[in-house]
């Protein structure tokens, strides 16, 4: 199956087109740009500041402008495509339709190059960067040479995104088109425009509810992404939670190859987890095929890392292969990040950790991994919500994700795509209300500097604070921290 969208030229003919990208210092635009470059066309694009991704793309040669005044949009460009990011009435896409300049979004650009590649596309309400980590490093490791567009930061593969082999070199699919990872995100059915040979859906639940009606709505959206898939006569495979995926509704009349992976013994590909020593292990047919110790705490990232063992098995890695880059991961920026530590005031040192998870499902199992791997005296989460329409239809879920937190710190909500109306519906002082009527130690502090004094004041010798959240909450991670550790592989 191809992109739902149709290009005015043909995909063979790329080579000496103008493309230009609007918020090309994104993850995923960033990557997108360096694999089209590859295949030589001409890139441009512009950002509104400077950041290591803008800095990485003009050392390769990719020009990256950051005026914002629509002076960069000329007729010689062949094709404009946006991020998610980019309101339609942004500066630059008026500018390209005065100019009759054909649009395309971010997703449909990713749907038409994966069509070029062996697609294997990660989705899922949770897990996607770390899995497509994962697996890139697998494949990296084992001489596959892949593609890979992640949207986190994992410096052991190099960052969030590299251009691989154009065949692919070595294993079950040796000379075919080269394999291209990548997240397919369930916003606004983005992942409806993506080419997946091989598809991977790790967990679905409410999320994007300022998009979607209902998790019924959703659950749809994820089985129009399955139907994506190719036949199994074509090759076409998919991975699906055997829990907490909802496949008995996505998954009847596929025709690709399907099969489960999970904790419940009836799973194709059960896993068993032994968190007292992170020790994961796959069984197929009752009999191991891996066993490994994981580098990441939590029965969630133990999945991440099953999915990612299956997969690579499937594009033709030897099992044994698999152990070592599994047992050598050092993780994904912001994802579980033991960043560093800070002395206390009464002496000895709190441990800081930095972590993206913005859903309660993802707060939950981080908080529940944390304390069981570090095991502090006392665990301090400081959360900023990310949009005013999630903390409201998910707030009592919110509430109910900080048991294992002695203390929850709630700055303001993190304002994104919402509506002037939605942020006066919900919040933040609404979040820790609720926190405190489940027996929640919470509070509200507003301005991140005065949160960072706060924890610098209260908090005692083994201490682990975790700094949770999609935004620019991140900062109160690294301001706290005295040394940044540097995790290393073992």
């Given at each position: 199956m191809t992109s739902t969208y149709t290009l005015p030229f043909s995909t063979e003919s790329l080579k000496g087109k103008h493309f230009h990208f609007v918020g090309i210092g994104g993850c995923g635009m960033s990557g997108l740009a360096r694999l089209l470059t590859n295949i030589g066309v001409e890139v441009q694009g512009t950002d509104v500041v400077e950041s290591p991704i803008t800095d990485s793309l003009i050392e390769d040669g990719i020009s990256v402008s950051f005026l914002q005044d629509g002076s960069i949009i000329s007729s010689e460009i062949d094709l404009l495509v946006h991020s998610a990011a980019i309101p339609p009435e942004h500066i630059e896409?008026?500018?390209?339709?005065?100019?009759?300049?054909?649009?395309?979004?971010?997703?449909?650009?990713?749907?038409?190059?994966?069509?070029?590649?062996?697609?294997?596309?990660?989705?899922?309400?949770?897990?996607?960067?770390?899995?497509?980590?994962?697996?890139?490093?697998?494949?990296?490791?084992?001489?596959?040479?892949?593609?890979?567009?992640?949207?986190?930061?994992?410096?052991?593969?190099?960052?969030?995104?590299?251009?691989?082999?154009?065949?692919?070199?070595?294993?079950?699919?040796?000379?075919?088109?080269?394999?291209?990872?990548?997240?397919?995100?369930?916003?606004?059915r983005s992942f409806h425009d993506h080419d997946p040979m091989i598809g991977?859906?790790?967990?679905?639940?409410?999320?994007?509810?300022?998009?979607?009606?209902?998790?019924?709505?959703?659950?749809?959206?994820?089985?129009?992404?399955?139907?994506?898939?190719?036949?199994?006569?074509?090759?076409?495979?998919?991975?699906?939670?055997?829990?907490?995926?909802?496949?008995?509704?996505?998954?009847?009349?596929?025709?690709?190859?399907?099969?489960?992976?999970?904790?419940?013994?009836?799973?194709?590909?059960?896993?068993?987890?032994?968190?007292?020593?992170?020790?994961?292990?796959?069984?197929?047919?009752?009999?191991?095929?891996?066993?490994?110790?994981n580098t990441m705490p939590g029965s969630h990232n133990a999945l991440n890392a099953a999915a990612a063992a299956i997969l690579a098995a499937h594009l033709g890695v030897d099992w044994e292969e698999i152990i070592f880059p599994l047992e050598h991961f050092t993780g994904v920026d912001r994802r579980l990040q033991r960043l560093g530590t800070f002395v206390c005031k009464n002496g000895g040192k709190a441990i800081v950790?930095?972590?993206?998870?913005?859903?309660?499902?993802?707060?939950?199992?981080?908080?529940?991994?944390?304390?069981?791997?570090?095991?502090?005296?006392?665990?301090?989460?400081?959360?900023?919500?990310?949009?005013?329409?999630?903390?409201?239809?998910?707030?009592?879920?919110?509430?109910?994700?900080?048991?294992?937190?002695?203390?929850?710190?709630?700055?303001?909500?993190?304002?994104?795509?919402?509506?002037?109306?939605e942020q006066h519906r919900v919040s933040a002082q609404d979040l820790v209300d609720k926190l405190i009527d489940q027996g929640s130690a919470a509070t509200h502090i507003d301005n991140f500097e005065d949160i960072v004094r706060y924890v610098q004041n209260t908090a005692r010798s083994g201490d682990l604070i975790v700094i949770m959240g999609a935004g620019p909450v991140t900062s109160i991670a690294h301001t706290l921290v005295d040394t940044i550790e540097i995790p290393s592989e073992k």
């Open positions: 896409i008026c500018r390209g339709d005065e100019l009759g300049i054909p649009i395309v979004t971010y997703a449909q650009m990713l749907g038409i190059v994966q069509s070029q590649h062996t697609g294997v596309c990660i989705a899922g309400t949770h897990g996607k960067s770390t899995t497509v980590s994962l697996l890139s490093s697998i494949l990296l490791h084992t001489g596959v040479d892949p593609s890979f567009i992640v949207g986190a930061n994992c410096k052991q593969i190099g960052g969030s995104s590299r251009v691989g082999a154009s065949l692919v070199p070595a294993g079950a699919l040796k000379g075919k088109a080269g394999i291209l990872i990548s997240e397919s995100c369930e916003f606004n991977l859906i790790n967990n679905v639940e409410e999320d994007h509810l300022d998009y979607y009606n209902s998790l019924d709505d959703i659950i749809e959206s994820f089985r129009g992404f399955a139907l994506r898939i190719p036949s199994a006569q074509e090759n076409g495979f998919l991975l699906i939670a055997h829990d907490g995926a909802h496949r008995n509704i996505i998954t009847p009349g596929l025709h690709c190859r399907v099969e489960t992976f999970g904790f419940h013994p009836e799973a194709d590909y059960q896993v068993i987890f032994d968190p007292s020593v992170c020790r994961v292990g796959i069984l197929r047919d009752g009999m191991w095929t891996i066993q490994w110790t950790y930095d972590d993206y998870g913005h859903h309660p499902t993802e707060i939950e199992m981080t908080l529940k991994a944390l304390r069981s791997a570090e095991l502090p005296k006392r665990l301090i989460c400081v959360f900023q919500p990310h949009q005013h329409s999630r903390t409201r239809f998910l707030l009592n879920q919110f509430a109910q994700s900080f048991s294992s937190a002695d203390e929850v710190i709630v700055p303001h909500i993190y304002f994104v795509r919402d509506s002037e109306a």
